[in-house]
């Protein structure tokens, strides 16, 4: 047993990923270690994560941020949703909105009461009961703890921000917190001759830099995890066939929508994410099935406003890290596995994973213990978040090109086909352990990607028809209520500029 005291970490690699784990250590355990971050401002970043998912908004309270300040200085925006457009069919959308959707009651969610409605004349549309798709689609935004005069919820949402901006942000946090940056690029790794540890790096310039503990920052380089220490890497691209992205900024939009847009092509996907002070885009495609050039033009002939520069080419490998803790390196970011961006994972999983690291950090030596326990738990969410990004690719009814075909033909994990099949027959749906998704999304994507439960829980048919009715009329008035009286996203943005 190694009984050293753990003293110094070592962040390799800035960005997104170095500074949120920068910023995490150095408020839970700043008085405690000594941080250093070791980053290359001749190294680029991939920057293509710029929206987020609920979950953010625990981690810039826990870092104590000012809301105002950190969408001002992120040109940051609000996020209601993900808006999905030809997903299921060409011409087809749906949202997966955040928050809940209607009123749930004991043992029985409100998409049962939903379905049982549809038998009657005029069927509504689930998104008429839920508070941020209405929202969303009417670009209102306001903080809305919960719908007034009731016990209903009220808004739930989430950003877009300039990711490279977000960095800046936390690196002048994480340095007025005590860490300490070191420009430099890494020339050659040192390891222990006995034990295989990292003992240090060596910068081009000379400087030795020393630690007892690594966070492997670096991107898909995966400088300490990959070259370094060779851990395997466990290859997706069978269930998730893109393997390509093209990322390209466009001008800033009029008044930016308070939710993200993921319009399906032929051979792959295109977000639209806006921001203040421009629109992020790219396409995410199949290689198989489209060339570099044809996804250029793709993207730049659906681009909603002026390209402001040349679109850059990302290659990747939807998989995962087996072991992202080995040794005394942790990944953290891309170089931990890459999921494409289809739900706004990706700053999501560094949050988790920097979490997860200040939760079990070790104390005096690194035990097999925990690094079993930190691996056992990186597996757990990234499967559960992969098989949710594959029920798009699968429950699709576009018959248009080989890459849709192929999709809805493919075998999927076995916890997905079991969760697809028992929604389809019964309705019923069940969060699994540690699942990043709730009941209400899981629902969104299945009702919205054409699957429609050929049954409902048997408490739906506890209300008359004349109770089911007033329900469903009664919450569709008071969501509509409620949202009449938001004010616009815009609104709220110029409030936060002082405007």
């Not at 800035?14 to 971050?37: E, N, P, S, Y």
């Not at 978040?385 to 076995?414: E, G, Q």
């Not at 008035?477 to 949202?483: H, K």
Request: proline share 4%; charged share 20%; aromatic share 10%.
């Amino acid at each position: 047993m190694n009984e050293s005291k753990i003293e110094r970490l070592v962040i390799v690699g800035g960005g997104t990923a170095g500074w949120m784990t920068a910023a995490l250590m150095a408020k839970v355990l700043g008085r405690a270690i000594d941080i250093v971050l070791v980053e290359s401002d001749k190294i680029g970043s991939v920057g293509v994560g710029e929206a987020t998912i609920p979950p953010i908004l625990h981690f810039n309270r826990a870092l104590g941020l000012d809301e105002r300040e950190f969408l001002r200085e992120t040109k940051g925006t609000i996020k209601l949703g993900i808006q999905f457009e030809n997903w299921w069919k060409t011409g087809e959308s749906y949202m997966h909105a955040f928050g809940t959707i209607g009123k749930n009651f004991p043992l029985c969610d409100f998409h049962h009461y939903w379905r049982r409605s549809q038998q009657g004349a005029t069927p509504a549309s689930l998104w008429d009961y839920s508070l941020n798709y209405q929202a969303a689609i009417h670009n209102k935004f306001a903080h809305l703890a919960q719908i007034q005069g009731t016990s209903l919820p009220g808004l739930t949402y989430a950003y877009h921000f300039d990711a490279g901006l977000y960095a800046r942000f936390l690196r002048r946090y994480s340095e007025r917190s005590g860490v300490r940056r070191i420009e430099g690029t890494v020339d050659h790794v040192q390891r222990h001759p006995d034990s295989g540890h990292v003992d240090s790096l060596l910068l081009e310039n000379g400087e030795r830099i020393a630690g007892d503990l690594f966070v492997d920052c670096t991107g898909m380089a995966a400088l300490l995890i990959d070259k370094t220490l060779g851990v395997d890497y466990e290859d997706w691209s069978h269930w998730l066939p893109c393997d390509r992205a093209q990322a390209v900024p466009s001008a800033a939009p009029r008044a930016p929508a308070p939710y993200t847009r993921a319009i399906a092509h032929a051979a792959g996907w295109q977000w639209q994410i806006p921001l203040q002070h421009r629109t992020g885009n790219g396409l995410v495609y199949s290689s198989a099935h489209y060339s570099d050039e044809q996804a250029r033009e793709i993207l730049l002939s659906h681009l909603p406003g002026e390209a402001l520069a040349e679109p850059k080419t990302i290659a990747f490998r939807t998989g995962r890290r087996r072991e992202p803790w080995h040794k005394n390196v942790i990944s953290i970011g891309l170089s931990s596995g890459f999921l494409e961006p289809l739900e706004s994972t990706s700053i999501h999983l560094i949050q988790t994973a920097a979490t997860r690291l200040a939760k079990l950090f070790p104390h005096r030596g690194i035990q097999p213990e925990e690094i079993a326990e930190y691996n056992r738990q990186s597996q757990v969410e990234m499967e559960r978040i992969r098989d949710f990004i594959i029920l798009h690719y699968k429950a699709n009814a576009r018959h248009d090109s080989d890459f849709w075909r192929a999709c809805a033909t493919m075998d999927v994990p076995d916890g997905l086909r079991e969760k697809m099949a028992l929604f389809a027959k019964t309705g019923k749906l069940f969060r699994d352990y540690d699942d990043l998704f709730s009941e209400a999304a899981w629902q969104q994507v299945l009702i919205g990607q054409g699957i429609l439960p050929e049954d409902y829980h048997p408490l739906a048919d506890n209300l008359s028809e004349q109770q089911l009715a007033e329900l469903m009329q009664n919450l569709k008035i008071l969501i509509d209520g409620t949202v009449a009286k938001l004010p616009q996203h815009a609104q709220f943005l110029r409030a936060v500029n002082g405007g």
